[in-house]
Antibody
Framework: EVQLVESGGGLVQPGGSLRLSCAAS????????MSWVRQAPGKGLEWVST????????YYADSVKGRFTISRDNSKNTLYLQMNSLRAEDTAVYYC??????????????WGQGTLVTVSS | QSALTQPASVSGSPGQSITISCTGT?????????VSWYQQYPGKAPKLMIY???NRPSGVSNRFSGSKSGNTASLTISGLQAEDEADYYC?????????FGGGTKLTVL
């Protein structure tokens, strides 16, 4: 069974940093692109970032470019999101999601349960 | 990276059919057959319902179907059931990025 489990969320002050992790199991992790998608309280889904299976290609939403860094450790089956210079508008549940195919952009067929990040003083 | 446009809400009675539209631009929906649709219950993670505009993952009811015309994609749910009441989001490739719609709340009357 494919499973994604996020961790690392919490309360952080504006300007602070946080690193999210997503532990994957049940599939060949390094063969699939992975993404982070967030959802602010009471709002819709927002794509944050995508990384290729090898980790060699990364993509970011304009809203986080230069502040967030996506990475992966295929030996540990783990996806990461390093979030720096956090703002109040980054407050959201952050989901990790598995790409449907080895190539990205076709859709996300498995999602974690999400981890809440709250940016507030 | 502007969000795709969806109606805020739609409703229908059990057994009826409804359609949710998703309007983008020639830079996203109109240029790629890479629209996906997600169902989300309150407090839960989204679930993939349609990918590549028209394909259903295994396990998804054939009451759900997708289509596209120009810059607008659509999700149709036939034979509405109470369990279909949820939020629905469209999503499209937009050239080295992905963009979601604002979401549509489906109410089954």
């Amino acid at each position: 069974e494919v499973q994604l489990v996020e961790s690392g969320g919490g309360l952080v002050q504006p300007g602070g940093s946080l690193r999210l992790s997503c532990a994957a199991s049940g599939f060949i992790f390094g063969s699939y692109g992975m993404s982070w998608v967030r959802q602010a309280p009471g709002k819709g889904l927002e794509w944050v970032s995508t990384i290729s299976g090898s980790g060699g290609s990364t993509y970011y939403a304009d809203s986080v470019k230069g502040r967030f860094t996506i990475s992966r450790d295929n030996s540990k089956n783990t996806l990461y999101l390093q979030m720096n210079s956090l703002r109040a508008e980054d407050t959201a549940v952050y989901y990790c999601a598995k790409d449907l195919y080895s190539s990205s952009w076709y859709g996300f067929d498995c999602w974690g349960q999400g981890t809440l990040v709250t940016v507030s003083s | 990276q502007s969000a795709l446009t969806q109606p805020a809400s739609v409703s229908g009675s059990p057994g009826q059919s409804i359609t949710i539209s998703c309007t983008g631009t020639s830079s996203d929906v109109g240029s790629y057959d890479l629209v996906s649709w997600y169902q989300q219950y309150p407090g839960k993670a989204p679930k993939l319902m349609i990918y590549e505009g028209v394909n259903r993952p295994s396990g998804v009811s054939n009451r759900f179907s997708g289509s596209k015309s120009g810059n607008t994609a659509s999700l149709t749910i036939s034979g509405l059931q109470a369990e279909d009441e949820a939020d629905y989001y469209c999503c499209s490739y937009a050239g080295s990025s992905t963009v979601f719609g604002g979401g549509t709340k489906l109410t089954v009357l």
